[in-house]
Protein backbone atom coordinates (compact mmCIF):
# COMPACT_ATOMS: atom_id res chain seq x y z
CA UNK A 1 0.00 0.00 0.00
CA UNK A 2 1.46 3.68 -0.50
CA UNK A 3 1.33 6.42 1.60
CA UNK A 4 1.61 10.04 0.65
CA UNK A 5 1.34 12.78 3.31
CA UNK A 6 0.91 16.20 2.34
CA UNK A 7 1.93 18.82 4.67
CA UNK A 8 3.39 22.95 4.51
CA UNK A 9 -0.18 24.61 3.72
CA UNK A 10 -0.92 27.44 6.01
CA UNK A 11 -3.06 30.83 5.95
CA UNK A 12 -1.13 33.30 4.31
CA UNK A 13 -1.67 36.86 3.01
CA UNK A 14 -1.23 37.37 -0.83
CA UNK A 15 2.59 37.42 -2.07
CA UNK A 16 3.31 35.43 0.87
CA UNK A 17 5.34 31.82 0.21
CA UNK A 18 5.04 28.68 1.41
CA UNK A 19 7.11 25.55 1.07
CA UNK A 20 4.94 22.10 0.49
CA UNK A 21 5.93 18.72 0.73
CA UNK A 22 4.91 15.30 -0.15
CA UNK A 23 6.76 12.29 1.82
CA UNK A 24 6.13 9.42 0.28
CA UNK A 25 6.00 5.87 1.44
CA UNK A 26 4.75 1.85 1.17
CA UNK A 27 4.77 -0.30 -1.85
CA UNK A 28 5.95 2.64 -4.40
CA UNK A 29 9.42 0.29 -4.77
CA UNK A 30 11.34 3.01 -6.60
CA UNK A 31 11.08 6.13 -5.89
CA UNK A 32 13.31 7.49 -8.59
CA UNK A 33 11.97 5.84 -11.26
CA UNK A 34 8.83 7.37 -11.66
CA UNK A 35 7.36 10.64 -12.35
CA UNK A 36 5.86 13.04 -9.98
CA UNK A 37 3.31 16.13 -9.93
CA UNK A 38 0.91 18.23 -7.46
CA UNK A 39 -2.33 18.67 -7.88
CA UNK A 40 -4.78 21.21 -6.48
CA UNK A 41 -8.44 21.08 -5.86
CA UNK A 42 -9.85 24.78 -5.16
CA UNK A 43 -13.38 25.34 -3.63
CA UNK A 44 -16.31 23.87 -5.60
CA UNK A 45 -13.90 23.13 -8.46
CA UNK A 46 -12.16 19.89 -9.48
CA UNK A 47 -8.83 19.02 -8.63
CA UNK A 48 -6.05 20.14 -11.01
CA UNK A 49 -2.70 19.05 -12.16
CA UNK A 50 -0.48 22.29 -11.89
CA UNK A 51 3.23 21.06 -11.82
CA UNK A 52 5.08 17.52 -12.34
CA UNK A 53 8.46 16.31 -12.60
CA UNK A 54 10.04 13.77 -14.23
CA UNK A 55 12.78 10.97 -13.06
CA UNK A 56 15.21 13.15 -14.54
CA UNK A 57 14.26 15.90 -13.14
CA UNK A 58 12.49 17.71 -16.25
CA UNK A 59 9.54 20.11 -14.86
CA UNK A 60 6.64 21.54 -16.60
CA UNK A 61 4.18 23.59 -14.82
CA UNK A 62 0.64 25.01 -15.51
CA UNK A 63 -0.05 28.39 -16.90
CA UNK A 64 -1.46 29.54 -13.60
CA UNK A 65 1.39 29.02 -11.40
CA UNK A 66 4.13 29.07 -13.89
CA UNK A 67 6.75 31.57 -13.12
CA UNK A 68 5.71 31.41 -9.29
CA UNK A 69 5.83 27.78 -8.18
CA UNK A 70 8.76 25.15 -8.54
CA UNK A 71 8.53 21.77 -7.95
CA UNK A 72 11.44 19.82 -6.97
CA UNK A 73 12.42 16.19 -5.27
CA UNK A 74 14.98 14.57 -2.88
CA UNK A 75 15.20 10.93 -4.30
CA UNK A 76 17.46 9.93 -0.98
CA UNK A 77 13.84 10.84 1.28
CA UNK A 78 11.87 9.60 -1.34
CA UNK A 79 10.20 12.99 -0.78
CA UNK A 80 8.95 15.91 -3.62
CA UNK A 81 8.34 19.61 -2.95
CA UNK A 82 6.19 22.09 -4.22
CA UNK A 83 7.78 25.74 -3.55
CA UNK A 84 4.96 28.58 -3.77
CA UNK A 85 5.77 32.16 -4.27
CA UNK A 86 3.84 35.32 -4.84
CA UNK A 87 0.82 33.61 -3.40
CA UNK A 88 -2.93 34.64 -5.02
CA UNK A 89 -5.81 34.44 -3.98
CA UNK A 90 -6.57 32.30 -7.11
CA UNK A 91 -4.08 29.55 -5.41
CA UNK A 92 -6.32 28.91 -2.21
CA UNK A 93 -7.24 25.16 -2.34
CA UNK A 94 -5.82 21.27 -0.97
CA UNK A 95 -2.88 20.47 -2.74
CA UNK A 96 -2.08 17.12 -3.37
CA UNK A 97 0.47 14.86 -5.09
CA UNK A 98 0.59 11.66 -6.61
CA UNK A 99 2.44 9.96 -9.43
CA UNK A 100 2.41 11.01 -13.10
CA UNK A 101 0.32 10.44 -15.27
CA UNK A 102 -1.00 7.31 -13.66
CA UNK A 103 -1.83 8.48 -10.22
CA UNK A 104 -2.06 5.71 -7.53
CA UNK A 105 -5.60 5.09 -6.44
CA UNK A 106 -4.51 6.32 -2.75
CA UNK A 107 -4.28 9.49 -2.22
CA UNK A 108 -3.19 11.70 0.65
CA UNK A 109 -5.41 13.80 2.63
CA UNK A 110 -3.65 16.66 1.20
CA UNK A 111 -2.32 20.00 2.89
CA UNK A 112 -4.78 23.40 2.94
CA UNK A 113 -3.02 26.49 1.71
CA UNK A 114 -5.81 29.77 1.88
CA UNK A 115 -4.41 32.99 0.50
CA UNK A 116 -6.20 35.99 1.87
CA UNK A 117 -6.13 39.41 3.46
Known amino acids: QVQLVESGGDFVQPGGSLKLTCATS??????????WAWYRQAPGKQRELIAR???????AYSDSVTGRFTVSRDNARNTVYLQTNNLKSEDTGVYYC?????????WGQGTRVTVSS
Open 98 to 106: NRWPDAFDT
Open 53 to 59: ISRLGNT
Open 26 to 35: GNILRFNALN
